[in-house]
């Protein structure tokens, strides 16, 4: 599954309230949240369906820490804002899906600035073997001086989910390391941490590793690997 992220002026490859239950399907959960297995695209390391209870969690706070080569990375995972998002999220930490992964793609647009980590391939093709719908943010600025008023601010600091189109939800995330402009088609689900941005810059300040497709989106040229994910709290 290729990852899409689009910013202003620039088309680049990168994706509230509990989602209501679709009609079951077979390799779909019984829950409102409703992961649905991919034929398709199978696990790139094999983890079962999340839990999906009656009641997706919706209230508090989760904390993860991803520990990398480059400095722990911790997260607020907000679970108001997507249940959903948070329980899959977490449900992967527990399973070991994150662990010794590598964070395959730094953008440095004008406009977009991410760390997008979260395929065990390493090649931004990967997921968990399932899908689920989008918890879009509601509550985003609009970016200045866009004349089509449809882009949001998505703020230094945020946690999102990459997607390859509406309701493809999988593994992969991004970390926001500089304000960036984006459509509000990409789930927000936390936050990263004081520590974790000072992390975060180190590897953004190591620019973008040489490649003949461009020179502002690519693997980081400080290669940086999640070696454990874990919750803390």
């Known amino acids: 599954m290729r990852i899409i992220l689009v910013a202003v002026a620039v088309t680049a490859v990168l994706g509230g309230g509990v989602a209501q239950a679709s009609p079951e399907a077979p390799g779909t959960t019984r829950g409102p949240c409703g992961y649905a297995v991919t034929p398709d695209e199978p696990a790139a390391r094999p983890v079962p369906l999340p839990p999906d209870p009656r009641h997706t969690p919706d209230r508090g706070h989760a904390e993860v820490v991803l520990q990398t080569n480059r400095g722990p990375v911790p997260l607020v995972l907000d679970r108001a804002q997507a249940p959903c998002t948070v329980q899959s999220f977490l449900h992967l930490v527990r399973r070991k899906f994150y662990d010794d992964t590598t964070c395959h793609r730094l953008t440095a647009y004008p406009t ?8 065990p391939t390493g090649t931004g093709e990967g997921g968990p ?9 509601a509550d985003l600025a609009p970016a200045p001086n866009d004349p089509t008023g449809l882009r949001r601010v998505y703020p230094r600091g945020t946690l999102a989910m990459a997607n390859a189109g509406p309701d493809t939800n999988g593994s992969q995330f991004f970390l926001v390391t500089s ?23 180190r590897v953004a300040a190591g620019g973008i590793a040489p490649n003949p497709d461009s020179e502002v989106d690519g693997r980081p040229a400080l290669t940086t690997d999640v070696l454990r994910a874990r919750r803390t709290g």
Do not use: H, I
Not at 179 to 201: H, K, Q, W
């Open 179 to 201: 304000d960036s402009v984006l459509r509000p088609n990409y789930t927000v689900f936390g936050r990263v941490t004081p520590e974790g941005l000072a992390t975060l810059d």
């Open 112 to 119: 977009l600035k991410v760390l997008q980590c979260g395929d």
């Open 129 to 137: 073997g399932y899908r689920y719908r989008d918890e879009l943010p």
